[in-house]
Nanobody, 120 residues
Framework: QVQLQESGPGLVKPSQTLSLTCTVSGGSITTKYYDWSWIRQAPGKGLEWIGYIGYSGSTYYNPSLKSRTSISRDTSKNQFTLQLSSVTPEDTAVYYC????????????WGQGTQVTVSS
């Protein structure tokens, strides 16, 4: 039912800002009480939670990335976005958007993921 699709550039230069958009269909990003997360997986690494935006627009970020992360949304387009500034090659990863089940750390729907490479 719910589908998520990531989009954005696959290559970003170091020190620039990584910007991705998640387009949601089959469900509204304003529906109580779901949160909408960005998650990434670097080569050979596990999943790393970046942050989320809640149904009301509240945002929460991984403390290790908070200073560089901004998540926002456009409810008219049923989209939410990720901006990660000052990127380095260590930010190279597959980036996913996902829906979070209320009061849990479980993600019931995921996008297919999009590869982002940070390189000069």
């Amino acid at each position: 039912q719910v589908q998520l699709q990531e989009s954005g550039p696959g290559l970003v230069k170091p020190s620039q800002t990584l910007s991705l958009t998640c387009t949601v269909s089959g469900g509204s990003i304003t529906t109580k009480y779901y949160d909408w997360s960005w998650i990434r997986q670097a080569p050979g690494k596990g999943l790393e939670w970046i942050g989320y935006i809640g149904y009301s627009g509240s945002t929460y970020y991984n403390p290790s990335l908070k200073s560089r992360t901004s998540i926002s949304r456009d409810t008219s387009k049923n989209q939410f976005t990720l901006q990660l500034s000052s990127v380095t090659p260590e930010d190279t990863a597959v980036y996913y958007c996902a829906r979070d089940v209320p009061s849990s750390s479980y993600n019931d729907y995921w996008g297919q993921g999009t590869q982002v490479t940070v390189s000069s």
